[in-house]
């Protein structure tokens, strides 16, 4: 028997996709290991498409220990050259040391914010902001709050955490809502 739920149009070419969008894309995330990890996910999604960093999420997961900061504090550079010969994950050297060093600016960022939750929540007043898009031609590949949290990530020294990637970074861990109208899910975010 079919699926006869409406998604969101980019969620409806396959199963992982569908399972992605319907369970996590847009659910309000606070957990400190998550948001990390899918901060880093979005950067390593750069030039790709998302289906791919789904199909490699968990090699991933294990090639970057859980995307825990403090065992990726560890990694050098035999690391990173190891990581460039696993074929399971997104081997691309700048992106290998984005999420490396990433791991260091969450540390500086905890720091002097006390968690990465607690500095992007803010932006939005702890709160997800609630579009109301009827056509995927509405959204927007950035705005100017992700302009913003993308500035002062970069200033805490992140890195692959553009203005396009930080929106989709915001969908993603539900500080927007930005499931159409139509979709099922809109309203259960």
Not at 47 to 63: D, Q, T
Not at 95 to 100: E, G, P
Not at 130 to 143: E, G, H, L
Request: net charge neutral.
């Amino acid at each position: 028997m079919p699926d006869q739920i409406t998604r969101c149009p980019w969620a409806t070419h396959s199963e992982l996709e569908q399972d992605y969008h319907d369970h996590e894309w847009g659910i309000p995330v606070h957990d400190e290991r998550q948001l990390f990890e899918k901060l880093n996910l979005d950067g390593l999604q750069a030039g790709l498409s998302w289906a791919i960093v789904l199909k490699k999420r968990p090699a991933l997961r294990r090639a970057f220990v859980n995307f825990a900061p403090n065992e990726l504090l560890r990694f050098d550079d035999s690391t990173v050259d190891a990581l460039m010969q696993n074929t399971d994950i997104i081997r691309n050297r700048l992106k290998i040391k984005a999420v490396i060093g990433n791991a260091a600016a969450y540390r500086t960022l905890c720091a002097k914010h006390g968690s990465l939750d607690q500095f992007l929540w803010r932006y939005v007043d702890f709160r997800p902001i609630v579009n109301t898009w009827i056509s995927t031609d509405q959204v927007p590949p950035c705005t100017p709050l992700s302009q913003t949290i993308s500035a002062d990530l970069k200033k805490l020294g992140f890195r692959f955490v553009g203005p396009t990637i930080v929106y989709a970074f915001m969908q993603a861990v539900g500080m927007v809502n930005d499931h159409l109208t139509s979709c099922a899910f809109y309203h259960n975010t």
